[in-house]
């Protein structure tokens, strides 16, 4: 069988242009060529923004590219991939449906006999390990549940390919090592149409967990630097030294990209800068750590003494670099003179520093100008905002971590019932 021939979809020479509203191109993806093969599970690993839900899209035929060919089975990909299902981080599911209900909806929409939506969805809930729960509604089940949801409604149309774009982001640490389990049961069973799974992921043991091959992506625009393929026997040991040996090579190049040696050229001015998923609290025990050694240590060391994935480790750095206090040479963090005044003043202090730091930043900056105006902007205008100038980026996270640091910084207050965002009062 020929290379092309064990290609169930492949992308030829992509590139991808979103266009902000000023009419200028943002150029997201630049010359990709990717295929995925028949009977494998193949995962993209790299930096924020460099492209890895967009490729994903791409081929699932919701994005059509600005440059370059699409193809399924060898032939031009037009509209919807129709031997793809994705499963969401958000979970995606209609709170007024049950269980059985928000499973059947893609089945009844694709006008199949209700003796086949019967049975489809039967067979998907028992699947995942819904059984017993068909007439529950999302309110009444766990985040482990939701998904599993998102994953029968996904695997009830039978897919060839299962698109899985962070999927165990929301939750916790066990549910995802379950589901993902549950997913390598699912794909390596022989009673399914499924051939392969292609997935978007942060977590890097995770990656080299499941995954056949491993595409590395750069940065800025979206780029392939490397593929590696994963022949770790299965089931894979985490504890051996072959799977360490293989997180720590995927550590080095995730480390190398998200935290350069050399700073970036500027932005222009009216770039707004990604906000990393960091928790204030988060990033103020990063500094806090950081004081305890001496000032700096490098980030594998950090991530190795505080058990946070090393994805969600980065973007936590990420986070308190964008604010200036700390600074990343080397593989290092350091914590900058200015994060140590922020850990050694007092609470009024720390808030006042942590507003300057943020009023740095182009999207505080646009939403102070919008609300002096106006007296007040809603959650949909930051949204709407966000769409139109970071494209690629998950609007409703970007949305949060917005409104805890503008609380903390005693900048913004946000009104959950009427979705107003509103001047905080301080001196």
């Known amino acids: 069988m020929s290379n092309a021939a064990a290609n169930l979809c492949e992308i030829q020479n992509v590139s991808h242009d979103f266009v902000l509203p000023s009419g200028k191109p943002l150029h997201v993806l630049d010359d990709v060529t990717l295929a995925i093969r028949q009977n494998e599970i193949i995962a993209f690993l790299g930096p924020s923004g460099c492209g890895k839900s967009t490729i994903m899209r791409i081929m699932a035929g919701l994005i059509r590219p600005t440059r370059g060919d699409v193809r399924y089975h060898g032939e031009p990909l037009t509209g919807l991939n129709p031997g793809v299902a994705i499963v969401f981080q958000s ?45 529950a509604y999302p309110r009444e089940l766990s985040g482990g549940m939701k998904q599993r949801v998102g994953m029968a409604r996904a695997l009830s149309i039978e897919p060839e390919i ?58 800025n625009p979206g780029r392939i ?85 090393f994805g969600r480790l980065l973007g936590i750095v990420e986070a308190a670099e964008l604010l200036n206090l700390v600074d990343t040479p080397k593989r290092m963090v350091v914590l900058d003179a200015l994060g140590h005044r922020f850990l050694q003043s007092p609470a009024e202090e720390r808030r006042a520093i942590w507003r300057e730091q943020l009023l740095k930043l182009r999207l505080f900056q646009m939403a102070r100008d919008a609300i002096a105006q106006e007296g007040s902007i809603d959650r949909e205008f930051l949204l709407e905002t966000l769409v139109m100038h970071m494209p690629q980026e998950n609007y409703d996270k970007v949305f949060d971590t917005f409104i805890r640091w503008s609380r903390f910084g005693n900048l913004f207050t946000y009104n959950e019932k009427t979705e107003q965002i509103l001047p905080a009062e301080h001196e």
């Open 91 to 135: 979970f995606a599911l209609y709170p007024w449906m049950t269980v059985v209900q928000n499973i059947q909806l893609p089945l009844r929409a694709a006008d199949l006999p209700p003796a086949d939506i019967s049975q489809r969805s039967e067979a998907a809930i028992k699947l995942v390990g819904l059984r017993g729960f068909e007439d």
């Open 225 to 309: 630097h490397k593929i590696i393929e994963n022949h770790l026997p299965r089931p894979r040991n985490y504890r051996s030294p072959e799977f360490t040996k293989l997180v720590d090579q995927l550590h080095e190049f995730i480390t190398g990209h998200e935290m350069p040696d050399e700073p970036a050229a500027a932005e222009p001015s009216t770039a707004l800068e990604p906000l990393p998923e960091a928790a204030v609290g988060e990033i103020i025990g990063l500094l806090e750590y950081l004081l305890s050694r001496g000032g700096r240590e490098e980030i594998s060391r950090i991530a190795a003494d505080t058990h946070y994935e």
């Open 162 to 219: 299962l698109m899985l774009d962070e999927p165990f982001s929301q939750v916790d640490a066990l549910t995802a090592e379950s589901l993902r389990a549950e997913v390598i049961d699912i794909w390596s069973g022989k009673q399914r149409r499924l051939s392969s799974v292609a997935m978007v992921s942060h977590d890097i043991s995770e990656v080299a967990f499941m995954a056949d091959r491993i595409v590395l992506l750069s940065a």
